[in-house]
Every structure is written in C-alpha cells, then in structure tokens.
C-alpha cells in the first residue's frame, strides 16, 4: 500500500492512489482469494435468524438493523457468491448478485472498521456456528490491500511499519524502560543476551501508561524469574492484526517470537491486551508451519500461575468489585477462570456484571476502534451500557485484564462525568504484593 493517503470525506478514507475500479478489483480480488472452505461453509449456511443482531453490542446501543452483524458481511458475501459459489456463473449470467461498488466498500468501512471489535459475541449467538468475527478480520484483509482503511488505523500501520511498533522505534526502547524504571523505583531489564521469559508490552505502557509496565516488573522481579524485555521484539499489540495488514501481523509476530528464540526464551508474557493475545496465542503459528518453539502466555494466566505455585503472593482486599472480560482473552482465548482465581486470590467478592464470561459484553474499543476517533460517538453509545450493569452490581471496584478496554471504559467514563475507577488486575496485584524476604 503506498504511503500517500487522503481523506475522502468524514466516515471514508483512503491510502495509495489507486482509482475506484481498481480499489474495487484489489478488494474482490483479495475476498475470493480469502475463501477457504470453512468461509463458503460459513456464507453459505446463513438462516436468517437475526439472532447474531441481539448480540452485538453496536446493534444493542443503537437500535439500528445496519449493525446486524451477518449484513457486515455483505460484500464479501456478494463477492463468494459472484466468484467462487457452485452457481457463480449462473448468478452472474441472470444478474441475480450485484457486484460490490465502490459505494458498498465505502458503507462497508464503516461497519468493519467502525463498527465490530471482532469480539466474536454474534458468533457465540449464531446457531449455525457462523464466525461471524472471523470473517471481518478476513475482509479487513481485502480492505487494506485495496487502501480503505480509517485513515488513524492506517497512519498507525505505517508507524508499525517502519519502527516494529506504533509506539516508538526499538532503537529507543532501552531510554524509555529506563525513565520508567527511574519513576517507579523498579528495575526492568532490557536488551539482556539471556532470558528464559521475553516480556512484551502494548503501546501505551510505553507512553502515558508506564504505571503497567512497573507493575510486571515488580511482579516478576518480586518471582525471582529471569527475564528482559527486548529492542528487537517488544510491542505484542499487532496493529496489522487488526488492520488487515497481514504481512506486517507477520512481521510483527516474528519479530517477537524470533527475539525469544535469540535469547534462549522459552516463554514469551504478553501484556494486558486483548489483540496481542488473539494474534499471538492464536494466529502465531501459521507464520511458522509447526506448533511454535516458544510458549505464549498472557499475563492473567501468568499471574494465576505465579499465584498458584507460591511465587508471590498477595495481602486480600477486602471489598466487591465487578469484573470486565475482555472478549479475545475470555471468550475468544478462554481464561475465563483464571481471572477470577486472582480475583478471589486478590479477596474480592466477586459480584458479576449481567452479562460476563463468555457473553461478556464489549467494551466498544477492540479491532482498532479505540483508536479510530470518528467512532467516538458510536462508542459512547455501548459504554452507556457497560456503565448500566456496572452500577447494578453495586461493586465497590471495577476491574479489567485489557489495557485497551481499560483505555476505553476511562474514556467513556470521561465523556459521561462518571467517576468509577477502572482498575488493571495487574497493577492490583503488584500494589498488594506481600514482602516475604
Ligand atoms: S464480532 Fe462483535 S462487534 Fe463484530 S459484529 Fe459480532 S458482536 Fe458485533
Ligand atoms: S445468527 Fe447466524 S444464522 Fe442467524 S442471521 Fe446471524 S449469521 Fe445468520
């Protein structure tokens, strides 16, 4: 994709300088190369229920029968059916699918981009197993390579590009952990030859939310483990990830992986992110073609881990709290349990939202959307009802495992004039580490 980019108009954007029926080509092109068979599978086994629509939260805050999760899918539908369904040529020949327009991908941005955290709650409702959110990120694939990409996430990818992070360049890495290292009175390795954990870290930890990164680094430094975070692999977000930007996923993805290996690594930690968890727990292997050399933990089940084994251990809280599950790290990654066995270890009583586990509502930021500012308004919306069952549980505390749902909750918060902390379940239990030396 080249680098120049323009803004089309509000709620459309577009990279490169490719003309319409060439974005087009490019977008079609790409969908069809996308369909494997569990994808025709997927498209071709709709029933119309519109049970997906109840639960998707963009649908649920609105009303609106756009946000439908199946009709998200339109295009890419169109594009199968057109292409690569037994009765293309037919459904061609009668003119009974409407190739995608330049039009359709326009409206189409919005609702992959704007609109779906890949959250994979529509998929959980689908009585047909339809990956509903699965699809989106296949889609997205044929978006960024046609250049239709909200304009912030594109200007982030390229960012990734060039320094292996949105954050910063690595080269600066060693400089940043050690201002943060100074702030919070902690030591955090960098750049050391030999490690056996590799310890990664979201972009904001890097910049207005170093508090986290003290916060692993007591921890593990309280463990007595070895470990270091490294220039060469160290932002585990994967923007490409969520853009649809594969091969920089790829790149990214490796630059993590193969840094652990270098360093004699046998496990890499992710932090508290959800999309580091889906792309490199779930995703990472394909770029290798074998299980992966390393093991890949996030930073829940690290704790449950350290926890359980005697490791560190911690002085109990003592009030209610209410626990956000971040959907790629409960209900698409399954560590469900594992956040509420440091909750419990924490002393918590526990008091669960309406919807939580597995149905677990969004927080309206995952995919990209946090930082995808033209669907701020959209996002207020669904933070209406996090907010809602929030209070109904009448918790003391509010606590989350993902930085970005926390980022996102605090920034619906703001707008709302609601003054309930959103609390990192790392940083709780650094804060209540008890000192047995
Ligand atoms: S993946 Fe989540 S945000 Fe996207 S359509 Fe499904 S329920 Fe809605
Ligand atoms: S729930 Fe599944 S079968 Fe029903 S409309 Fe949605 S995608 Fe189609």
New binding site residues.
Partial sequence: MSTAAATAKPGFDRQGTLDDGARVDTAIRTFVAEFGRSAALHLESCVHCGL?AD?????LATGDAK???VL?LEPFRRAYFRSTSPLAPLLRALGLVKAPTIADLQQWQELLYD?????????L?CPMGID??EL?KEARHGMFEAGLVPERLALMDRAARQWGSTATPGEDLPDILAEASREHGVEIPCDLPQADLLVTAAPAELGEHTGALAAAAKVLNRAGVRWTMHREGFDASNIGFNNGDLALQEKLTRSIVDTALKIGASTVLLPECGHAYGAARWEAARWYGQALPVRIVHMTEYLDELIADGRIRVAPVGASATFHDP?QIVRRGGLEAAARRVLAALGFELKELEAHGVGGL?CGG??GVVSNQRAAPLRQKVFEIKRAQVEATGAERFVTSCGQCRITLEMGARAAQWDKPVESLLELVADRLVDER
């Fill in positions: 997906c639960a998707c939260h963009f649908h946000y439908t999760p998200k609109s779906c955290t890949m959250c994979g709650r529509c998929t409702a509903i959110a989106v959907c969004c995952g995919g």
